[in-house]
Structures are given as structure tokens and as C-alpha cells.
């Protein structure tokens, strides 16, 4: 299947600074990456739809100025946590469709774990 | 908008037996496809058995089958000659606009 990597895996930063996480379809171009996020053994919540070349979707909750997405290309989609503070500290996981139909597998990155110390 | 409930937060079955998680959904979508995830301990989403709605013929991926009901809407996973390293977390999940998951089942394979 297509891979999708996603870095870093892991990530400790101080509470008030941003952290950004990639995403990178490795041998697809994705138009649409989503990322979630996924607290302990909970089920992954997704925070916002990332297209190329247009502004992010967010999901009702998810505030946009603190999690900010980009996606320049058709292969890297980008999640910076702005002034990130303790609450923040979770696993975020990314994923890409292969190919333009909505309905077609999607294909996850390993995930960042996130701590805000 | 789309629901899924994954009825059973835990199960755990014995090495070589058969085990079936359960997944109910709902959705206003005509076209949709329905999608089985594994995520092991290494929190790597995996994909292990996709439906599509307009089939009425169960998908089998070699030790995976699915039992679809549509009109019940109904999307279950078969597991059978279960194996150490089915143990893992079980996301049962619903495509149309978005990929929507259910709360997830964890599966135990004892020895």
C-alpha cells in the first residue's frame, strides 16, 4: 500500500512555544490529508480537512489559530500547535486519501506523540 | 452525519480460536464505503478489511471476513484462527464526506 510518514514521532517542548508536525505522502500525491488527534484509549477525533492549495476545514471545536495547517504541496501537509500548553500534550495522527474519490482507502502516518511540559 | 458504535470496549479470545467484534453504523450517504483498522500497540493504523456498500458480497481478507448487513446497518469482523499478533485495537469505520470512527474495541489473543 501507499505510505504516508509522518515526523517527528515523538516531541517534548515547553508549554508557550509552537511544535509543528509533517505529514508526507511518500510515493502518492494526496489532494486531501486529515488529521486527527487521539487521546488514551480513546478513538482518533478528527481536528480538521486539509486540501492543496486552499484553507484547512476545521471541525466544530477545534480552534484554527491554535492548531494551524498548510498544505503547499500535493505530498506535505503541516500541523503547527501555536503557544502550546499542557492540555495540548496528546497523540496526533495524520492521513491521506489516494486518490480524488472520497470513498478510497485512507492511508495513516505513524503519528506525534506530543508532550507540553 | 455519520455515526458508528462499536459496542464492546474489550474483548479477548484464545490463540486459534474465531472472534467477532461487532459495528453498527449510520449515515444519510447513498454511496459509502465501510472500513475495519487495526491499530496495535505501535499506534500504526492499519487497514484490514474494506466493504463496499453497493456489494452485497462479504469482503474476506484472508483470516478477516466481514459479516454486512446493510439494512441493519450492520458491519462486523470476523477474526478466525486468532493470533498473537491480532491483539491490537479495532476501529470499525464509515466513509462518505469524511472518515468517521467508531469508539474502538480492544482485542486481546491469550496463549
Known amino acids: 500500500g501507499a505510505v504516508v510518514s509522518q515526523h517527528p514521532s515523538w516531541v517534548i517542548c515547553k508549554s508557550g512555544t509552537s511544535v509543528k508536525i509533517e505529514c508526507r505522502s511518500l510515493?502518492?500525491?494526496?489532494?486531501?490529508m486529515f488529521w486527527y488527534r487521539q487521546f488514551p484509549k480513546q478513538s482518533l477525533m478528527l481536528m480538521a480537512t486539509?486540501?492543496?492549495?486552499?484553507?484547512?476545514?476545521?471541525e466544530q471545536g477545534v480552534e484554527k489559530d491554535k492548531f494551524l495547517i498548510n498544505h503547499a504541496s500535493l505530498t506535505l501537509s503541516t500541523l503547527t500547535v501555536t503557544s502550546a500548553h499542557p492540555e495540548d500534550s496528546s497523540f496526533y495522527i495524520c492521513s491521506a486519501l489516494q486518490g480524488a474519490s472520497r470513498n478510497t482507502e485512507a492511508f495513516f502516518g505513524q503519528g506525534t506523540r506530543l508532550t507540553v511540559v | 452525519a455519520q455515526t458508528v458504535t462499536q459496542s464492546q470496549p474489550e474483548m479477548s479470545v484464545q490463540e486459534a480460536e474465531t472472534v467477532t467484534l461487532s459495528c453498527t453504523y449510520d449515515?444519510?450517504?447513498?454511496?459509502?464505503?465501510l472500513f475495519w483498522y487495526k491499530q496495535p500497540p505501535s499506534r500504526q493504523m492499519i487497514l484490514v478489511i474494506r466493504?463496499?456498500?453497493?456489494?452485497?458480497q462479504n469482503a474476506t481478507e484472508n483470516r478477516f471476513s466481514v459479516n454486512f448487513q446493510k439494512a441493519a446497518k450492520s458491519f462486523s469482523l470476523k477474526i478466525s484462527d486468532s493470533q498473537l499478533g491480532d491483539t491490537a485495537m479495532y476501529f470499525c469505520a464509515s466513509a462518505g464526506n469524511m472518515l468517521t470512527f467508531g469508539g474502538g474495541t480492544r482485542l486481546m489473543v491469550k496463549p
Open positions: 510515493d502518492f500525491q494526496a489532494t486531501t
Open positions: 466493504q463496499e456498500a453497493y456489494k452485497q
Open positions: 486539509s486540501n492543496e492549495g486552499s484553507k484547512a476545514t476545521y
Open positions: 449515515t444519510s450517504e447513498n454511496n459509502y464505503y
